[in-house]
């Protein structure tokens, strides 16, 4: 079973994901889409005198679905979710070896379910964990520029676009986020802190004036 996947590789490719192209090009659509369920039901078949219905169906479902969250491209999934069936078993073999009283069987379905559990948590693309730095980053970006904009604008009023505010000014005009964001101006050299209180550098009115301009706020 596994010879002739590699060898029809490329036809079970196109075959899952497009097979009205497949049949435009004259290929033998019906007779393809038979071998590849006849594989299909062999590996199930077998699997299931081997281990039964549950690992069974826990090995079909999990490795493909973790190795689904690393990568976008059908070769390198593939090869992940044979990867992670592997380590599934072998990892459930050797931990019901090494604790007494723990099956095979139900031990490698853990296994592979917190394979599952880490990919959707920690895969780079879609991983929650990483999702969430995202979005705690954008928010953090959105703050930022809310506060630049908001000193560019308060220091205009006065004719001077470096004209210093303290940090209770800029909260009674509705920047609330300055107290914990005003840092991140001065890290990247777009404010300056002197006597206490906070005005823009030249480049962070360029900045402001950039994002003013770009209709970001």
Avoid: C
Wanted: charged share 15%.
């Amino acid at each position: 079973a596994t010879l002739a996947v590699l060898l029809a590789w490329k036809e079970f490719k196109l075959l899952s994901f497009d097979p009205e192209f497949m049949a435009v090009q004259g290929w033998p659509v019906r007779w393809l889409d038979i071998l590849l369920t006849t594989l299909i039901v062999v590996a199930i078949v077998i699997g299931l005198q081997t281990v039964g219905v549950v690992l069974m169906s826990a090995l079909l479902v999990a490795p493909a679905a973790a190795a689904r969250q690393w990568s976008n491209q059908l070769g390198p999934v593939a090869a992940l979710a044979a990867l992670g069936g592997a380590l599934s078993g072998i990892g459930g073999a050797v931990l019901s070896g090494t604790i007494p009283r723990l099956s095979t069987g139900p031990t490698i379905v853990l296994v592979a379910s917190a394979l599952v559990l880490l990919s959707l948590l920690l895969a780079p693309a879609r991983g929650l964990l990483w999702e969430h730095l995202r979005h705690l980053r954008q928010h953090r970006e959105v703050r930022v520029a809310q506060v630049l904009v908001g000193l560019y604008r308060l220091a205009s009023e006065h004719a001077d676009p470096t004209y210093p505010h303290d940090i209770a000014t800029l909260d009674a005009v509705g920047l609330h986020a300055a107290g914990n964001t005003i840092g991140q101006l001065e890290r990247r050299g777009w404010a300056r802190r002197a006597n206490g209180k906070w005005g823009l550098t030249a480049r962070g009115i360029d900045k402001a004036r950039a994002l003013e301009a770009g209709g970001a706020l």
